[in-house]
């Protein structure tokens, strides 16, 4: 079965600190991997996503991701922080066994302070 | 995103009520998907189609149904609403071989 942990419910960084929200997955098959942002009272942006190829993908807004099938996991990182990073992130995965389901993490907030 | 929108964005209803959900999208994309969003437990999947005549069931659709209209809207019903499904609902879609989604903004619904 696919599932998805997100470790850390909030994440604080300074402005300016590189930052990182982690995401740990399990799938059946090998994983498509997202990230999404979801802003005050709106819903959820996508980010970047993982399909194949390249382990760092670059996505939105300065984000990139690792992905480490050894690990399986699927970090977000950002070299610099800002203050309007400040969001709530959420990982995705679903499998490429044919299944089209997504499963979704919990989500972590994230906390930039100036 | 002003591509996929919902009506209503909030709304107090009470325990026994019927209420539907709507959502439009002009993106042109064939799937669509409801979910909903509690606090600590990420988005859960209740319905999605992947065409008009098509329907299917999600992880948590007890208690909820919907209709696929046309191509560009997706209702969601909730036939006699409980206190616990006090959440935040969300519609999204997606193409067809394509992997990413997109939200609609979303739909506060408070039973009481």
């Known amino acids: 079965a696919q599932s998805v942990a997100q470790p850390e419910d909030q994440v604080n960084v300074a402005e300016g600190n590189p930052l990182t929200v982690k995401c740990t997955y399990s799938?059946?098959?090998?994983?498509?991997l997202f990230w999404y942002v979801q802003y005050p009272n709106r819903g959820l942006q996508f980010l970047l996503k993982y399909i194949t190829g390249d382990n760092l993908v670059k996505g939105s807004y300065g984000f990139e991701a690792e992905f480490n099938k050894s690990q399986t996991s699927f970090h977000l990182k950002k070299p610099s922080a800002l203050v309007s990073d400040s969001a709530l992130y959420f990982c995705?995965?679903?499998?490429?066994?044919?299944?089209?389901?997504?499963?979704f993490g919990a989500g972590t907030r994230l906390f930039v302070k100036a | 995103d002003a591509d996929v929108t919902q009506t209503p964005r909030n709304r107090i209803t009470k325990t026994g009520k019927r209420i539907m959900l709507e959502c439009s999208q002009t993106k042109g994309h064939d799937r669509m998907y409801w979910y909903r969003q509690d606090p600590g437990l990420g988005l859960r999947l209740i319905y999605y189609?992947?065409?008009?005549?098509?329907?299917n069931k999600g992880e948590i659709s007890d208690g909820y149904s919907v209709s696929r209209q046309a191509q560009a809207k997706f209702s969601l019903s909730l036939e006699s609403a409980i206190p616990n499904q006090t959440a935040l609902y969300f519609c999204?879609?997606?193409?067809?071989?394509?992997?990413?989604?997109?939200f609609g903004p979303g739909t506060r619904l408070t039973v009481t």
């Open positions: 995705a995965v679903r499998d490429d066994t044919g299944g089209f389901k997504t499963i």
């Open positions: 999204a879609t997606s193409e067809q071989g394509s992997n990413e989604q997109y």
């Open positions: 799938v059946s098959g090998n994983p498509y």
């Open positions: 189609s992947f065409d008009v005549k098509d329907i």
